[in-house]
């Protein structure tokens, strides 16, 4: 469309010092006569463009009509780049990178950013991802069989709000119209997701802003500390699931995660995560969790049998 070429060529104008008709021709595939037109018609919405003449002749933009570069350093816009790239990435958003084109016409060297985000580019549930930032956009209701903690699985149609990035996954944040209230939803737990054609007012709802983990006091005797004992082979694997954990390493290779200030609760989650390391994993204290996982083990032996 004329329009979107017109506005992608003001951006190309102000990221460059000068353009010639040739090569904007050939990036838009049209005729240097189009481009003529194109020209005129961005000096008539009252930006100037200046004409150069010459071998290495072209169009610009007058210096100081450009953004003042103060107003952003290099590390906010490379800063900025870096996780609209991202972002880019996983929803596949032709805006995101239109906007990492305008940041970049404030700083030049911001267009090779010294680190790289992934939030997820690879994630199987890529598709909900993208099903559900369509449906928040749109303001659609999206309908969807929900798998909780407890492995329960209920049918649910829910208002989205938004979308949170926290714990290394995806949640959907919305009015759950079951429960009559708001409730968080980790993507992959989400089965058969549909986007109804039904609409519903955003303005309504408030957007739920995360600022981190929330620590709440709980009852001396709620509370213990867990210390499991990972072989060599298996510490890279351990490193990687128990981020933030307590470590220290033993003089056979051997490495403890400590797991201080943990609810009784967490012996719902980690006696199946300490299994999954097989014999490269060992609970040293306290004695109730090895006493759970002692009791799955035999709950498993006779699920299979004699061997």
């Known amino acids: 469309m004329k329009l979107e070429r017109i506005i992608s060529m003001i951006y190309m104008l102000l990221n460059h010092e000068i353009l010639s008709a040739s090569a904007l021709a050939e990036k838009y595939n ?31 933009i007058m ?25 880019s990435t996983v929803f596949e958003d032709e805006k995101a990178e239109e906007t990492i084109h305008k940041l970049q016409t404030v700083h030049q060297e911001a267009r090779k950013p010294s680190m790289s985000l992934d939030i997820g580019s690879w994630r199987p549930y890529n598709e909900t991802l993208r099903m559900i930032h369509d449906a928040l956009r749109r303001q659609l209701v999206v309908k969807f069989e929900y798998v909780s903690t407890k492995g329960e699985r209920m049918k649910r149609v829910v208002e989205p709000v938004n979308l949170l990035y926290k714990y290394d996954s995806w949640y959907l944040y919305g009015y759950c119209r079951l429960r009559n209230d708001y409730r968080e939803f980790k993507l992959p737990r989400i089965v058969s997701l549909n986007v109804t054609g039904e609409h519903f007012q955003h303005h309504r709802h408030e957007p ?10 709980l009852p001396v005797e709620d509370v213990l500390d867990i210390v499991l004992r990972i072989a060599p082979s298996a510490m ?16 056979d290779g051997s490495l403890d995660i400590i797991l201080t200030n943990q609810h009784r609760s967490s012996l719902r989650w980690l006696v199946p995560i300490v299994l999954s390391f097989g014999e490269d994993a060992e609970v040293i204290e306290p004695p109730e969790i090895r006493k759970a996982v002692k009791e799955q083990l035999k709950k498993m032996l006779e699920k299979y049998g004699e061997v």
Do not use: H
């Open 236 to 251: 890279a694997r351990a490193l990687d699931f128990f981020v933030g954990a307590e470590k220290r390493f033993g003089e």
């Open 63 to 87: 210096e100081e009509y450009k953004m003042d570069k103060s107003l952003l350093g290099s590390y906010d816009v490379s800063s900025l780049v870096t996780l609209l790239r991202s972002m």
């Open 30 to 60: 049209v005729s240097q006569r189009t481009i003529y037109r194109d020209i005129e018609t961005i000096c008539a919405a009252g930006i100037p463009v200046v004409s150069y003449q010459g071998a290495n002749g072209g169009y610009g």
């Open 208 to 217: 739920k802003i995360e600022s981190g983990r929330r620590s709440s006091a």
